[in-house]
């Protein structure tokens, strides 16, 4: 296949799965119930797209997304997850996986998600709670919980990659 045609196609699966990426993120502010888990789906199209282009191409795809959103979807506030961690994480996931170390990797994995858990923390509290005054939940759960459904999501998120990249053309690990 010549250079060209394997940019056509990189350029036409960009588009494929933004739309994909939008749709997603689209339902998760208008469908109650399920939002992380379309989350979690959005998060899928850019690790696909970053495993057929470049780290620089996936970071592109990221914000032209976020930004696509935003401008798109209805409830703006909503769409926090995806810029702050789901469009985020699957950018900085390929080079966590390829620590050698389980326990090593296992532990930037949660540095990484921690980082980002205390930033979005803060900025919900920020921008949403600012004069409201909540009633005190212990925070220790809300954080030990979502150290659980991270590593959940973080497993299942790998084993998608491999099968979307073993069933589907053109997501073979080209570059």
């Known amino acids: 296949m010549t250079e060209k045609k394997k940019n056509a196609g990189r350029v036409a699966l960009g588009g494929v799965l933004a739309a994909l990426?939008?749709?997603t993120l689209f339902l998760a502010t208008v469908i109650p119930g399920i939002e992380l888990t379309l989350f979690a789906i959005s998060s899928l199209f850019v690790a696909l797209y970053l495993a057929e282009t470049s780290l620089a191409a996936?970071?592109?795809f990221y914000a032209a997304t976020s930004?696509?959103?935003v401008l798109i979807t209805p409830a703006k506030l909503s769409l926090i997850p995806y810029p702050l961690f789901f469009g985020l994480y699957p950018l900085?996931?390929?080079?966590?996986d390829r620590i050698v170390s389980k326990p090593l990797a296992l532990t930037?994995?949660?540095i990484v998600f921690n980082?980002?858990?205390?930033?979005?923390?803060?900025?919900?509290k920020q921008l949403v709670f600012g004069s409201i005054k909540l009633p005190a939940y212990p925070l220790y759960l809300l954080?030990?919980?979502s150290q659980l459904l991270f590593l959940l999501y973080d497993a299942i998120l790998s084993r998608l990659i491999v099968f979307a990249r073993q069933r589907i053309?053109?997501?073979g690990g080209s570059r």
């Open 21 to 23: 990426t939008i749709v």
């Open 58 to 60: 996936g970071f592109l």
């Open 67 to 69: 930004v696509l959103a």
């Open 92 to 96: 900085f996931k390929p080079a966590l």
């Open 108 to 110: 930037a994995k949660l």
């Open 115 to 124: 980082g980002i858990w205390l930033i979005g923390f803060w900025l919900f």
């Open 143 to 145: 954080w030990a919980g």
């Open 169 to 171: 053309k053109g997501l």
